[in-house]
């Protein structure tokens, strides 16, 4: 027996990903639109008590369909594992869409018509989950709760709310010059006074005693995404700790139009 997610053909998920915004809401310049939009990841059956907004998917999400499974998945995934959430958890990004370019993200971030569809996912998760706190993964994802939570309708909210770091923000500040390791520590220490805030308000699907990060992670602080995240008959390799999918091309153009899927090594049965 194989679990999987079963989609989103009902209401009032169906209506959701039946109107999807194009390029007349997210400019291809921007965004890397051609992919199509990635919804979500995580239960869409009312048991969510954890609502979670990341940024925007990535090359592995491109390909699966679902979104956090690749390096920042599965970095968060660890955190939710250490409340003792293993199931009951539902996910959106802030952009549909891959961002394309470095200031896209933010150029983006007050766009009312983007918002508009990310509060009509926003408004239906929280009225057929009972959530108890809404993660913002960065800072474009904490803008985005705070433009919703300024809403009318985002006033029936009344749970907890953290914003962390981003789970790649350490690699983010390494790219730019900064030391790898002090962001790490930086991050996890982040990450540590937020498991304070949240452990024990929300109710674990398996109760774990409150454990902290150290200063670096260790490989049994992330967490493998279930097979019930994806859709049917996904490979189990396009879960796994290994980065299968990379953006390939000798020009911009030829980048932006290829991702190679390559099987990790460990991982054939060949
Ligand atoms: N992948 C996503 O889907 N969202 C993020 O925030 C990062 C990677």
Redesign the pocket.
Known sequence: MHDFDPGYGQAPYAALVANYPGTETYPAADFRTEWGP?FHRGRLDGTARILVI?????EH?DIARR????T??RRFQGFLNKLGVTTSYTMI?TYLYSVYGQQAGTAHAHDPAIAAYRHSWLDTLTAHNSIQAVIA??GL?DTAYQTWHATAAATAYTGAYQHIL???YPDSAAAQGQDRATAMAKMLANWNTALDALHGVITPDQAVPLAHYGADLNPADLGAIPEADLPPGLPAWMRSDEPWASRQGATAADKRATITVQIPADQRPF
């Open positions: 990635i990341g940024q925007d998917p990535a999400e979104i956090l499974i690749g920042a998945g990004n993964l960065g994802a981003h789970p790649t």
